[in-house]
């Protein structure tokens, strides 16, 4: 077997398994936000499509790290080539994705509430919506997406406080007209969207750091695996013999002239 530098193979091994923990991690990250937006059945809109991407890139992310390692402890030069092509591709598919996504960042926030108040009033949007909303409203303890006023006099019972919610100080008193009788009503203080938009962000920031450290990690590993299949081609390459042309053959010592003269 050819040998190559221990340092730089040590090195792309260790690399590659980090890059197959990144690919665990994406996946684990996938299953979380597969519960997470799960709201009493109700569907996200691209959420499917959203948590394909995350387990396909995951599945690929280890699957190329497999075969990284493998080229690197054993060596071989097709696994390595095949390697380090993903590697390129897989590096100029990250910077597309994670510089745009990096600039977007700041007004994402503002870019939700727009999309968000065309829902209002809540009491008349889709039943989808509203099943969404109620979800949303029981799982983080809030009510309306600005205000417990986004749903008009048709407060729903996912806005109701229970009692431990109202010991910890979290319910508003509301009050509202039914048949010309004046109500009351217990409801969670809290609105929904600084909430949704905080646990958006900060799923938005780690998709970006995941995404910037693939780059990294892709970069790292088109180097290495780089420089390993030089070596390897290097090593593999036979001897070149310098052969003296005749030309150049020295002539005989001026003794063999003197005592050898030629003959006529």
């Not at 889709?126 to 099943?131: A, V, W």
Request: net charge positive; glycine share 6%.
């Amino acid at each position: 077997m050819t040998q190559v530098n221990r340092c730089l193979k040590l090195t792309l091994i260790v690399s590659n398994v980090f890059f197959a923990i990144v690919g665990g991690l994406i996946i684990s990250l996938a299953l979380l936000l597969q519960v997470l937006t799960h709201f009493n059945g109700a569907a996200l809109e691209g959420r499917g499509t959203a948590l394909v991407m995350l387990y396909v890139v995951g599945t690929i992310t280890m699957v190329i790290a497999a075969v990284g390692a493998y080229g690197a402890h054993r060596q071989s030069r097709p696994a390595l080539i095949v390697f380090l092509v993903c590697m390129v591709i897989g590096s100029l598919l990250m910077l597309r994705v994670g510089i745009p996504a990096a600039a977007v960042r700041p007004q994402l926030e503002g870019l939700m509430k727009d999309t968000l108040s065309q829902m209002l009033p809540l009491d008349a949007t889709s039943q989808e919506n509203k099943d969404i909303a109620n979800g949303v409203q029981e799982m983080l303890q809030c009510c309306g997406l600005f205000s417990y006023d986004d749903w008009r006099q048709n407060i729903p019972d996912s806005c109701l406080c229970d009692g431990v919610a109202q010991r910890e100080g979290k319910c508003q008193t509301v009050n509202y007209n039914m048949l010309m009788l004046q109500m009351k009503k217990l409801v969670y203080a809290q609105p929904c969207f600084p909430l949704i938009a905080h646990y958006v962000l900060m799923m938005v920031d780690v998709v970006i750091g995941v995404v910037f450290v693939l780059a990294i990690l892709a970069l790292l590993g088109l180097t290495l695996s780089s420089i390993m299949i030089h070596q390897l081609r290097a090593a593999n390459r036979p001897s070149v013999v310098m052969v003296v042309p005749s030309i150049f053959k020295a002539a005989p010592p001026k003794y063999q002239e003197l005592h050898n003269p030629p003959v006529y």
